[in-house]
């Protein structure tokens, strides 16, 4: 079946504008996250949704980022005023759990977030 | 939290060698470490993963150890391919997001 897919696969921007990243999980996913991975660093966990619970947002860096999840479907990772420190590969994976998070991630091609 | 150190950050192995990467984690209530390799451009692929209940896994060339007395835990590849490389990460992960090591570049020279 298909694996998640993320939307764009690169992103130049200029320094202040606002940018959305698209993820689509595996279907029937439950779990979704976001991380963040800068150039020759590991990755960086950024929020992760369950269900209908409420997202666990502790590793936005700031209040400029955001993300929503539809259902157990599509994510949107909004980046709001971007700044150069921002320029990123951002990364999307989802897995299906039961509880907890000990189940296989699968992660997606991510987006490259160049602000220039 | 947790907190996963990685070595080394680089290796360079003969083609039919074997390369070892390790990980120590800090939380004893990490339950699942997954490996991912990770290739130029693309996302993380996962690979391997061990969850507490044992101490050894393998599949094909590829082995994971742990160790929890020690917390830690290994990845061994045997007989190493050019299409190893990559970069590989592993992660720890209890009742929390997975918490990734820095990453280990290996190349596999021919």
């Known amino acids: 079946g298909a694996g998640v897919s993320q939307s764009p696969s690169n992103k130049v921007t200029e320094k202040g504008k606002d940018v959305e990243l698209r993820c689509d999980p595996i279907?029937?996913?439950?779990?979704l996250y976001w991380y963040r991975q800068r150039l020759g660093q590991g990755l960086e966990f950024l929020i992760y949704?369950?269900?209908?619970?409420?997202?666990?947002k502790s590793g936005l860096p700031s209040d400029r980022f955001s993300a929503e999840r539809t259902g157990e479907s599509v994510s949107t990772l909004t980046i709001q005023r971007t700044q150069q420190e921002d320029s990123a590969v951002y990364l999307c994976?989802?897995?299906?759990?039961?509880?907890?998070?000990?189940?296989?991630?699968?992660f997606g091609p991510g987006t490259r977030l160049t602000v220039t | 939290g947790e907190n996963v150190e990685q070595h080394p950050s680089t290796l360079s192995v003969q083609e039919g060698d074997s390369a070892v990467i390790k990980c120590t984690y800090s939380?004893?209530?990490?339950?699942?470490f997954p490996w991912y390799k990770q290739e130029l451009g693309k996302g993380p692929q996962l690979i391997i993963d061990i969850r507490s209940n044992v101490g050894e896994k393998k599949d094909q060339r590829i082995a994971v150890t742990l160790n929890k007395t020690a917390k830690h835990f290994s990845l061994h590849i045997t007989e190493t391919q050019p299409e190893d490389s990559a970069v590989y990460f592993c992660a720890a992960t209890g009742n929390t997001p997975l918490v990734f090591g820095k990453g280990t570049r290996l190349s596999v020279i021919a």
């Open positions: 279907s029937g996913h439950t779990a």
């Open positions: 994976a989802s897995s299906n759990i039961a509880s907890g998070f000990t189940y296989e991630q699968y």
């Open positions: 949704f369950q269900g209908n619970s409420a997202p666990d």
């Open positions: 939380d004893s209530a990490s339950n699942y």
